[in-house]
């Protein structure tokens, strides 16, 4: 056993509270010994004037569109993806989608993301990414069967369905995968109703966005007569460890199903305010007792990876929704940010405990805009920046120390994503 000692910090413990102490890690099995008054460990990771804190878990994301970054904004989200962004993702190659998936990764690392959701395609790349970047991943292969013909929307499914399976596992059990059928109104009833069976064959859970935009709600009421959750229930979609994207506009009944089977919602704040897509009802999901993490959406629709960024928009934005200003408190959305995605993802991750995965960011107190430290918390929500982090660990591995990334040659990456998105956008063009 070879062990990390991150040493004279403080740390943030599960309960929220902050005390002086360490954190041991096994850096072999990837887990944490011991949390506070620990051994000393075969090395040394310095988090003095830090925070030592579980890593953030962006639970919903499509890494690949770091390089859509500011190619379209300032459109509603049908118009946004018919014009704009599913043209140029029709001239992406399995090496842009690669590319892509490195910046983010850098981006990630270099914020305190130590895990993610990821829907996209070409998925066997962004399983290669993955693993060279040392992040955990839930990943899967995203189906839109809309305007395709049988032949094709067949093959969408079949290939979601095979790299979920092949996957599952890789990495060294730091990715795992579900199946990602890209919403309710983009795939027909019958092939959810088929495909999904088949997901819950191969025991794996189902990853969708729901309950978006009124324009997406909207028809499936006046169709159905009935609510886009009950019809995702119906079809066997509302499992407990299936998480749907956003949640914006679900009603009474449907807030009551969520907290009844146990899915759980990843909030886009950022996304949905870019989008005008609406405000999802955090604070009332939260009182029913759904389960709710925190995602950026696409890097084309936020426009960043910050999780920092995320915890802050998700409480300005939950108060505004609420009229209530003790609303979406900093407590809640650390939580979102930490154990409430790791658990909407099934990582055994997002708090610091003996036996947990030593998922784990040291953020630097040590600036201005952090000055006086009353409550660590508080600054975690509403002061911190992706940039204060100074160290990241996932699965026990250091993926960056000091502000430097260990894992990806990040000015390689930074060229390379740009000279990709300038091609690919000439492509379609
Ligand atoms: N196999 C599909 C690809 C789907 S990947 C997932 C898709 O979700 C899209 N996307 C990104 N953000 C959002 C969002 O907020 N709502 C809905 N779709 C989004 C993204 O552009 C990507 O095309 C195909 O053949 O088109
Ligand atoms: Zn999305």
Same mark, same amino acid.
């Given at each position: 056993?070879? #062990?990390?000692?991150?040493?004279? %910090? ?12 360490? $954190? ?35 639970? *919903?994301? /499509? ?7 500011? +190619? ?17 993702? %029709? ?13 983010? @990764?850098?981006? @990630?690392?270099?914020? !305190? ?68 059928? *890209?919403?309710?109104?983009?795939? &027909?009833?019958?092939?959810? *109703? ?11 859970? +189902?990853?969708? /966005? ?26 066997? @979609? ?24 146990? #899915? ?28 709710? !993490?925190? %995602? #950026? ?13 995320? @915890? ?37 991750? !997002? ?22 430290? /009353?409550?660590?918390?508080? /600054? ?6 992706? &940039?204060? $982090? ?14 430097? $990334? ?24």
């Amino acid at each position: 056993m070879t #062990t990390l000692q991150i040493t004279g %910090g403080e740390v943030l413990l599960p309960d929220l509270s902050v005390e002086r102490g360490d $954190v041991l890690v096994d850096t072999e099995s990837g887990e944490i010994l011991a949390v506070g008054d620990t051994d000393e460990g075969d090395e040394t990771l310095d988090a003095e004037g830090g925070l030592v804190m579980p890593g953030l878990v962006n639970a *919903h994301t /499509h890494v690949p569109m770091t390089l859509l970054r500011g +190619v379209a904004d300032d459109k509603p989200l049908e118009t946004w993806l018919r014009e704009d962004i599913w043209p140029v993702e %029709g001239a992406f190659t399995a090496d842009d989608v690669r590319v892509g998936a490195e910046l983010a @990764m850098v981006e @990630m690392i270099r914020s !305190g993301t130590t895990g993610f959701a990821d829907m996209y395609f070409h998925v066997p790349e962004i399983v290669d990414v993955v693993e060279e970047a040392g992040l955990r991943a839930r990943l899967g292969h995203g189906v839109v069967t809309v305007g395709k013909d049988d032949e094709a929307a067949q093959a969408d499914i079949d290939e979601s369905l095979d790299v979920a399976a092949e996957f599952d596992g890789a990495a060294g059990g730091r990715v795992s995968t579900a199946y990602m059928p *890209h919403s309710l109104t983009t795939v &027909s009833e019958d092939e959810l *109703h088929e495909s999904v069976a088949r997901a819950r064959e191969l025991g794996i859970p +189902v990853h969708y /966005h729901g309950n978006e935009t009124t324009e997406e709600v909207d028809p499936i009421v006046d169709d159905r007569g009935e609510r886009p959750l009950k019809y995702a229930d119906d079809l066997g @979609m509302l499992g407990e460890s299936d998480f749907l994207a956003h949640g914006v506009h679900v009603d009474d009944t449907e807030i009551e199903l969520l907290a009844e089977r146990g #899915t759980s919602v990843i909030h886009c704040p950022a996304s949905n305010m870019k989008l005008a897509s609406g405000i999802a009802p955090v604070q009332q999901m939260l009182d029913a007792g759904v389960s709710v !993490g925190l %995602g #950026t959406d696409g890097a084309a629709s936020n426009n960043d990876l910050d999780l920092f960024d995320e @915890m802050r928009d998700a409480a300005m934005v939950g108060k505004l929704a609420a009229d209530d200003a003790s609303a979406v408190a900093a407590e809640t959305v650390v939580e979102m940010a930490t154990r409430g995605g790791a658990d909407a993802l099934g990582f055994d991750s !997002g708090r610091l405990e003996a036996g947990a995965n030593a998922d784990v960011v040291v953020v630097d107190f040590d600036a201005p805009h952090l000055t006086p430290a /009353h409550d660590p918390v508080s /600054h975690l929500a509403y002061a911190v920046r992706g &940039s204060d $982090v100074r160290h990241t660990v996932c699965d026990g591995e250091l993926l960056m120390r000091d502000r430097e $990334v260990l894992t990806l040659d990040e000015a390689a990456v930074i060229r390379r994503a740009a000279e990709h998105a300038r091609a690919a956008l000439d492509r379609a063009t």
